[in-house]
């Protein structure tokens, strides 16, 4: 049972908190759930006078009676900021991050303290103020901005591009050149600078440089399982028979020579028989060679995802490097052997000088392959396959320029030259390439 103050405290509460009037300057007065008058207050700012005097100035107001929306008013430009150029202080201590940056707390600062790192090549941010990137999968790559994983761009020789164009262009038009000496050498395959230092084996070195031409189309272009198979075979093949018919042409331009010599036991190698045993004896070991690296360990197709780049390498395993640099070294060491046997020839009488074309063919020759090694070793993806069709290319150019093109010339150009007598020597013309 409440005392009667207690009745009379409560009773004065009640109407309390439901008593609401106006003020005489329109205020309002009355009391929320809580007994709390309605909350209104000036908002001020301390501002410098000219006379170095601080003052007060309203700049805002807030009314608790107003709307959601009108609650807070303030008079930005009546705001005086104490920085320079009056510009609005920022309250943080660092901005957010952009994307493709992180953010990293700076050591004994608080945590709204930090500096942004860019993202590493592959990771991402996809969102401002991050704390972490993301990584990409493993066929896709960071874009130039950092903020989006891309699809990585495939990597290959490819005819589409300048370089592998070019390239291309060079093979077929080296190999319509090749056939073109090919066809003018059987048109005249009666006169005697044709039928000097055989003949035959001269169609056969011109043959043969047509598809050592042609396989480097192999390397260009999307490889596939099969082209990756049979690329390197094929030009290895091409290659020692174009080499060893130059071998045989420089053995029987040392046997043609010394055979003449009296009481000589070479006279009865001079013939068509020696020069395609060694032909065909160099072309069967090279066979044998590439062979055996298809049946044990051949090439394939191989997709090389590099860990920093946006790339992605289709290209040819060779599988064995061991295979692969036992063919080009027996390559090379044919044409090393046909370049010293011409060279000691090379001061032969001019009805054998073709000696002196091969020793300069195979000079070419070895040093384009001297430099491929180096040049192959250090670089990788398209631009490895490019130095290989280059070297292709080059060192077949060599061997046509050197041997076939100065007859050519006298073919076409002085066929009063192509006689018996000016090869014999007994002509004198005074006209001379």
């Known amino acids: ?115 942004c790192i860019a993202c590493s090549p592959g990771e991402i941010t996809n969102h401002s103020d991050s704390s ?16 989006k994983c891309i699809d990585r761009f495939l990597e290959f020789l490819s005819f589409e591009e300048l370089l592998g164009g070019t390239l291309a262009g060079s093979s077929v038009f080296c190999s319509f050149i ?24 001269s169609y056969l070195l011109l043959f043969a440089l047509i598809p050592c031409y042609l396989s480097s189309l192999l390397f260009i272009g999307y490889p596939t399982g099969d082209v990756c198979l049979v690329r390197q075979s094929a030009f290895g093949m091409s290659f020692v028979l174009s080499v060893s018919c130059i071998l045989a042409k420089t053995i029987t331009v040392m046997i043609a020579f010394n055979a003449t010599k009296p009481n000589s036991n070479l006279k009865k190698w001079v013939g068509h028989r020696l020069p395609y045993c060694v032909v065909v004896i160099c072309s069967v070991i090279q066979f044998i060679i590439c062979f055996t690296w298809l049946s044990i360990s051949s090439p394939f197709l191989d ?19 061991l295979a692969f640099w036992c063919m080009l070294g027996y390559m090379g060491f044919l044409a090393l052997v046909s370049f010293v046997v011409a060279f000691l020839a090379r001061n032969l009488p001019d009805n054998f000088n073709e000696a002196r074309h091969i020793t300069f063919s195979m000079l070419i ?50 066929p009063e030259m192509n006689t018996r007598e000016y090869l014999m020597g007994k002509q004198q013309i005074s006209s001379r390439i």
């Open 178 to 201: 090749t056939f073109s000496v090919l066809m003018i050498f059987i048109r005249n395959h009666n006169t005697p600078l044709v039928k000097a230092n055989n003949q035959e084996l």
């Open 1 to 115: 049972m409440l005392s009667y103050p207690q009745r009379v405290c409560l009773l004065v509460l009640h109407y309390v908190q439901h008593i609401r009037f106006k003020m005489q300057s329109g205020d309002s007065v009355y009391f929320d759930e809580h007994g709390n008058p309605p909350a209104q207050f000036d908002i001020l700012n301390w501002q410098m006078t000219s006379q170095d005097a601080v003052q007060f100035y309203q700049i805002g107001l807030f009314n608790n009676e107003e709307p959601q929306d009108k609650k807070l008013q303030i008079n930005v430009s009546s705001i005086k900021w104490n920085t320079d150029n009056n510009k609005i202080p920022k309250s943080e201590c660092s901005e957010a991050c952009a994307l493709g940056f992180r953010r990293t707390p700076r050591q004994g600062q608080p945590l709204c303290c930090f500096n």
């Open 365 to 414: 020759f070895v040093s384009v392959w001297l430099v491929f090694i180096p040049a192959y070793v250090s670089t990788k993806g398209k631009y490895m396959v490019a130095v290989e069709v280059f070297a292709i290319t080059s060192s077949s150019a060599g061997i046509l320029s050197c041997i076939f093109i100065p007859k050519c010339y006298i073919i076409v150009m002085h």
């Open 132 to 147: 972490e990137c993301l990584k990409c999968r493993s066929n896709q790559w960071s874009n130039e901005k950092q903020d």
């Open 303 to 321: 997709i090389v995802m590099p860990r920093n780049t946006g790339k992605i390498i289709i290209e040819c395993n060779e599988c064995s490097l």
